[in-house]
């Protein structure tokens, strides 16, 4: 059969179109997650599939170390993701600066940024243009194993001050309990210590005041005394033996199991810890609870008291990314489906109004610490920016093992940040 020319053209745009439709893949890097995210993250993309025919959604999960140095490589490869977890700060700048995100804003349904804090859309800006969103805060807190503190007469209500907790640790010592459980071997949850102990030495302002050379940079007073607080912990022999070859997810199952009264980790092990456990249980809620970082008694500098650290964890969108891209990331974004993980208690969701759904009492906890602090510090490993934090997190390791003082760790952070 022969078709008229216009006939012909209008098939072939048909068939043309309905191709292209087909090709709409959009690809999502995450750092693994547990079971009860994976499925959640997969009935999103399950549900924006139904209303966009011919797209398709992919999410690749990845371990957190192996993330890490996988990304890199990733982002200057054909294989980049269209979309990629991110915990936001100077990382995000460094990779608007090589080139390889998009901004996003005129891409958001009209009016979608509104339904961002302010502080969560500052940590995925870059000259005032958005590159990413922000999908939920994270504290950085003391996991406590109430029955382990008891036992040892430790009273973690008294506790309010560093000195007050080396107190403990030591109590805790005598009656023949392990202090903390720490997974040393990735050093990044060692790098909670001294990035705490720099906040409550030098106030809110001591990173920005490092970051623009101000006060001595990152050799000022403050992160010297971090070092040194840190070690007064440390000489203590606080954590399980061979905990610098302990990976997170390893120290994480072994709290879970009861092998140490503290454990140093963001509100997200909630989950995962339990199934990390060896019984897959972990313990029960009401051996359970969460301490704040202390506050030190007399800082170098006023203001750093209820600081939280932590995270604003979201996703950055690449350059090569389309346009449909960044309509997913919007419904994974929208309140609705910020509410469900509020409700299936597997984040604290960032987006107004959308916590109202929470019933767990470790992420109501978590969320009022937050939101009452004066300052909320993003991971120093990664708001400095890759070879920064990377630096941030050797010098941990190095003070906690005392084969480095606290003025060189002070002195390595400084030039690290110089040639970055």
Do not use: C
């Amino acid at each position: 059969m022969t078709y008229p020319t216009a006939a012909l053209a209008a098939a072939l745009a048909i068939v043309t179109g309905q191709a292209a439709l087909a090709q709409t893949e959009i690809t999502v890097l995450r750092v693994a997650v547990n079971d009860e995210q994976q499925a959640y993250l997969e009935q999103i993309a399950a549900d924006f599939e139904a209303q966009n025919e011919g797209v398709t959604v992919t999410f690749e999960y990845v371990a957190n170390e192996a993330y890490k140095q996988r990304l890199p490589t990733l982002l200057q490869s054909n294989a980049r993701p269209d979309i990629f977890y991110s915990w936001g700060g100077q990382t995000v700048v460094e990779q608007v600066e090589a080139g390889f995100l998009q901004p996003i804003d005129a891409l958001l349904p009209e009016g979608f940024a509104d339904t961002i804090p302010d502080a969560g859309l500052q940590a995925y800006s870059v000259d005032g243009q958005l590159y990413g969103l922000p999908q939920y805060a994270t504290e950085v807190v003391f996991w406590t194993n109430t029955a382990l503190t008891q036992q040892a007469g430790v009273d973690i209500a008294a506790i309010a001050t560093w000195g007050d907790f080396l107190e403990a640790v030591q109590t805790l010592k005598d009656a023949g309990v392990t202090p903390i459980v720490a997974g040393g071997q990735d050093k990044w949850p060692l790098h909670f210590y001294w990035s705490y102990l720099a906040l409550r030495e030098g106030g809110p302002a001591v990173v920005t005041d490092a970051m623009a050379g101000e006060n001595g940079g990152f050799e000022a007073e403050p992160f010297i005394a971090a070092g040194r607080q840190f070690q007064r912990l440390t000489e203590l022999e606080p954590f399980q033996p061979g905990y610098i070859s302990t990976t997170y997810e390893t120290a994480s199952g072994m709290f879970a199991d009861g092998a140490g009264a503290f454990h140093l980790m963001g509100d997200w092990d909630y989950l995962p810890m339990r199934e990390r456990s060896t019984s897959g249980e972990g313990l029960p809620d009401d051996q359970l609870a969460i301490l704040s970082f202390p506050a030190i008694a007399d800082p170098v500098t006023e203001g750093g008291a209820d600081a939280t650290l932590g995270g604003i964890n979201g996703w950055a969108v690449t350059n090569s990314a389309e346009p449909e891209a960044v309509q997913f990331l919007a419904f994974m974004m929208n309140a609705e489906n910020q509410r469900e993980a509020g409700r299936q208690e597997l984040f604290i969701p960032i987006a107004e109004g959308s916590a109202d759904q929470m019933q767990n009492p470790f992420y109501i906890e978590v969320a009022d610490h937050i939101a009452a602090s004066s300052y909320h510090q993003i991971f120093l490993d990664q708001f400095l920016g890759a070879s920064v934090g990377a630096t941030i997190n050797d010098i941990s390791a190095d003070l906690a093992q005392g084969v480095i003082t606290p003025e060189d760790a002070a002195a390595q952070v400084q030039e690290s940040w110089d040639f970055r």
